[in-house]
């Protein structure tokens, strides 16, 4: 329950950060980037508190996160790169805590 709030509470604190002009857009994009975990339901179980994302998830795999992280250099594209990076950060912490590994 806390990884889910910290995909919340860690793009809000980046918005207040860096972005307060217009932090209510830079905000809805990045938490909409939780999207990303539609992936999630590809697998078999959906759900498994024992599995890494990173690396197991198609949008969650390596290449995707080089995109993500370009996609952070791009003006247009910036709040979702960021909230997808962040979003992959967090994925990885969550490994780490879970299973010992930053992905599988």
Request: proline share 10%; with cysteine.
């Given at each position: 329950m806390i990884h889910v709030a910290l995909h919340f509470l860690v793009p809000a604190t980046v918005v207040g950060l860096f972005f307060r002009r217009n932090w209510r857009f830079a905000y809805l994009v990045m938490a909409s980037t939780m999207l990303v975990?539609?992936?999630?339901?590809?697998?078999?179980?959906?759900?498994?508190?024992?599995?890494?994302?990173?690396?197991?998830?198609?949008?969650?795999?390596?290449?995707?996160?080089?995109?993500?992280?370009?996609?952070?250099?791009?003006?247009?594209?910036?709040?979702?790169?960021?909230?997808?990076?962040?979003?992959?950060a967090l994925d990885s912490v969550d490994c780490l805590v879970t299973n010992g590994v930053w992905f599988v």
């Open positions: 975990d539609l992936d999630h339901f590809m697998a078999n179980p959906t759900y498994d508190p024992a599995r890494c994302s990173i690396g197991y998830h198609p949008l969650h795999g390596f290449v995707p996160i080089a995109l993500y992280v370009l996609l952070c250099f791009i003006p247009k594209s910036r709040y979702v790169g960021i909230g997808l990076v962040i979003h992959m």
